[in-house]
């Protein structure tokens, strides 16, 4: 696949030492660049084949002295089958029906999102979130991107998926689901699973998982989308997810 070069200059910054929201005890910083003009896209497309996440108008990624523990890692579509587990919960949830709608926010998808955030995220910078800083997050993007809703056959939303489309694949942005439906397991699990298989109908070859955090369990359940492709100094490779990837 080839790639257009970018032709504008771009300025990237660092930002202040402010506490991990990962792992406890640490300092992050991060490096980002605003996404503008008419290489937004571009731009876009090519950081996030050099490990940088989109939010808003901003793409980023970590630069903490003395901690590589966030690791980019994508999802190989055509390696990629589902597992015993995988199957199962694609059919526990198999009667959901999917809509990816344009990015625009709704009362409706901010009362599960403060739902979801109360029960998972409590104390959180997200949980403060009011709705029009919810709607900032969704319509805030110089890119295609999409809100990927699932609704149960009563109607009732049941979870949401905010997506990047990427030249070479899809980037799941952010997601958040009913936390109180104990017969629908495993939706967090069952969002990426839908985006995969969306990207295969696509011929779309990686679904972009974000940051891998071995030391954290929110993030470290994306080992089981294997096999996973990380990002490091040489590009992207094969993840070995029992390889160490934080350090002092």
């Known amino acids: 696949m080839e790639h257009s070069p970018i032709r504008r200059p771009h300025f990237f910054f660092t930002t202040a030492s402010m506490p991990c929201p990962y792992i406890s005890g640490r300092l992050e910083r991060k490096i980002v660049t605003e996404l503008s003009g008419p290489d937004a896209v571009k731009l876009h497309d090519s950081l996030s084949r050099a490990g940088f996440r989109r939010s808003h108008s901003i793409a980023y990624a970590p630069a903490c002295p003395g901690c590589n523990a966030c690791v980019p890692v994508r999802v190989g579509v055509r390696d990629f089958s589902p597992s015993r587990s995988f199957r199962r919960t694609l059919r526990i949830n198999s009667d959901l029906s999917a809509a990816l709608t344009p990015a625009k926010a709704t009362a409706e998808q901010y009362r599960l999102f403060r739902s979801y955030q109360e029960r998972r995220h409590g104390g959180s910078d997200m949980a403060l979130m009011g709705f029009y800083d919810y709607r900032s997050m969704v319509e805030d993007s110089p890119i295609e991107t999409g809100l990927l809703e699932f609704r149960a056959p009563d109607g009732n939303l049941t979870a949401v998926c905010l997506v990047d489309t990427m030249d070479d ?16 397991q495993g939706l967090g699990t069952f969002i990426v699973l839908w985006l ?3 990207a295969r109908r696509r011929n779309l070859p990686f679904v972009y998982l974000g940051y891998w955090i071995a030391d954290s369990h929110k993030m470290a359940y994306k080992t089981k989308f294997a096999p996973l492709e990380a990002f490091g100094p040489e590009g992207w490779a094969a993840l070995e997810p029992h390889q160490p990837q934080a350090s002092e």
């Open 196 to 198: 995969i298989e969306e």
């Open 169 to 184: 694949g899809l980037s799941a942005v952010y997601s958040f689901f009913d936390t109180e439906q104990p017969q629908r």
